[in-house]
């Protein structure tokens, strides 16, 4: 498989990876606090799409928007699983935390996401 290719697919999994643990968090958000904060989940979910069909689109800014954004989110996720009241909010919170700062580090250092992007930024 060409380098570019497994680069796109990478890029499609973390990016279903990523909108599934949001839609997650949305549920159980609004399960725990109540609906009346659900317009804003779904604005904060609608921009994660749009962020990350940017980044498949090949725009740089994006790419490095959501380094920044993945990289805090990321931190967060791992820092507050210290102060998880549960097992299962420990659990979660290590797991976005560390799916966060995956996805960050495949953005920069990923050789098979980078020639993908690289490919997608070229003019056509």
């Known amino acids: 498989m060409e380098l570019a290719e497994r680069g796109r697919i990478t890029l499609i999994v973390f990016s279903v990876l990523t909108v599934t643990s949001s839609l997650i968090v949305v549920t159980g958000y609004v399960g725990a606090v109540g609906p009346q904060r659900l317009p804003v989940q779904i604005a904060r979910l609608i921009l994660t799409v749009a962020l990350l069909a940017a980044v498949y689109r090949?725009?740089?800014v994006a790419?490095?928007?959501?380094?920044?954004?993945?990289?805090?989110?990321g931190a967060l996720g791992i820092g507050l699983a210290a102060r998880a009241e549960t097992t299962g909010m420990l659990a979660f919170s290590?797991?976005?935390?560390?799916?966060?700062?995956?996805?960050a580090r495949l953005l920069i250092w990923s050789p098979s996401v980078g020639a993908?992007?690289?490919r997608q930024n070229r003019p056509r």
């Open 94 to 103: 290590l797991m976005l935390g560390s799916l966060h700062l995956a996805f």
């Open 58 to 60: 090949g725009w740089v």
């Open 63 to 73: 790419k490095w928007i959501l380094v920044a954004l993945s990289t805090v989110s």
């Open 116 to 118: 993908f992007l690289q």
